[in-house]
């Protein structure tokens, strides 16, 4: 069952769908129920109609489709509690919960920071960090350093000059509204890739972590799971495996690639493209196990020119880097993760913004992210 305030012309799932679209508040309400208790339903409707809702009942006959969308856009969710929904073997989360107990001195079924992820979802994870514990050129690092021989972290929130109102993804491609109205198109990028972004983003904000992979030194390697098994993944951990084929003469046995920064643009024709900056370090650990960065190397990477250009470098073993050293090669071996690190800071900025994403987004949880298999070992 659903209910809204806003008024369709007519009470058919089709049309009132569209109006749920349209309608960005919290008033969007679904509430299962097992269909023994549909009395308990009915008393529930007559109230919501009394008050001026919209209310419309799914079952078997429903489309899919429509079914489907009512769900996943819904701004509440919640589940009439009774013996038989108890009873029920479901599949449906609301009802899944029924009977939990409360925890003590709280009002939630939930651990503290369970609901949001917290430590249940950071098990299997690389090893749970935020970047900017790595400190910078000008501040010291507070991580303690963890003896492996590569990582990536991307965790920027990207700058765009447009006042964003709606997220809509169409045709397999995100298109961004702004308050006029106006549509915005973004680049184009496979849609299993965009989902596998977009669920990273998700995850590192609920455990606040910026980790993507890390390969220890036997070679094996520890990767998000949200990435795992997927294109994105694999190009991001491969990537991860060639700093040390340019830069060998120091003496360190890390190297984490890092965004800085994230830059959105208007470009003509209602086209928006991004510039991001990134630094491959090479780390060692002081005597009191905190990391140190030896050696940072900046690059601009510009998707809309596909070019990438060397800054400058940093550290107090920059002074050791070879002359004829392959900047050039090593940033387009790194195009991948300042790609991804692109579409990553957009969507966390979309994310924490909690900007609506409401039309096309059960398709966009149907899409299919798996891709190339993830390795144990690299």
Do not use: C
């Amino acid at each position: 069952m659903i209910f809204t305030d806003a008024g369709a012309s007519n009470f058919e799932e089709h049309a009132l769908l569209q109006d749920w679209l349209d309608d960005h508040s919290i008033a969007r309400t679904l509430i299962s129920f097992a269909a023994s208790d549909r009395e308990a339903a009915d008393r529930i409707a007559s109230v919501a109609r009394g008050y001026g809702h919209a209310v419309l009942f799914l079952d078997s006959n429903t489309d899919i489709a429509v079914a489907g969308n009512f769900y996943a856009t819904a701004a509440r969710r919640f589940a009439i509690d009774g013996r038989n929904a108890r009873r029920l073997e479901s599949e449906v989360t609301e009802l899944t919960l029924l009977g939990e107990r409360v925890r003590r001195n709280s009002n939630s079924i939930f651990r503290s920071g369970e609901a949001l992820g917290g430590r249940a979802l950071a098990r299997a994870e690389p090893s749970v960090f935020e970047k900017e514990s790595l400190g910078d050129e000008f501040s010291e690092s507070t991580i303690r350093e963890i003896i492996v021989p590569g990582g990536v972290a991307l965790g920027e929130t990207s700058y765009l000059n447009l006042d964003v109102s709606e997220l809509r993804f169409t045709d397999g491609q995100f298109l961004l509204l702004d308050e006029a109205g106006a549509a915005w198109e973004l680049p184009a990028l496979e849609a299993k890739t965009l989902k596998a972004l977009w669920d990273f983003v998700a995850r590192s904000i609920a455990i606040k972590s910026d980790a993507i992979v890390d390969i220890d030194e036997a070679g094996r390697v520890r990767i998000s799971s949200a990435l795992r098994d997927t294109d994105a993944g694999f190009e991001i951990m491969h990537a991860d495996t060639l700093p040390f084929a340019y830069v060998q003469n120091l003496d360190v046995i890390k190297s984490v690639i890092i965004d800085t920064g994230v830059d959105w643009l208007q470009r003509e024709g209602n086209k928006l493209e991004f510039v991001s900056n990134y630094e491959v370090r090479f780390l060692s650990a002081d005597n009191m196990r905190l990391a140190q960065t030896r050696v940072a190397l900046e690059f601009e990477y510009e998707h809309g020119a596909e070019s990438m250009e060397f800054q400058r470098s940093w550290g107090r073993d920059s002074g050791r880097l070879r002359e004829n050293l392959d900047y050039a090669g090593l940033g387009k071996d790194m195009t991948p993760i300042a790609k991804y690190a692109g579409w990553i800071a957009l969507f966390r900025s979309l994310q924490e913004q909690q900007i609506s994403f409401l039309r096309g987004r059960y398709e966009f949880l149907k899409v299919d992210k798996r891709g190339q298999e993830t390795p144990a070992r690299h």
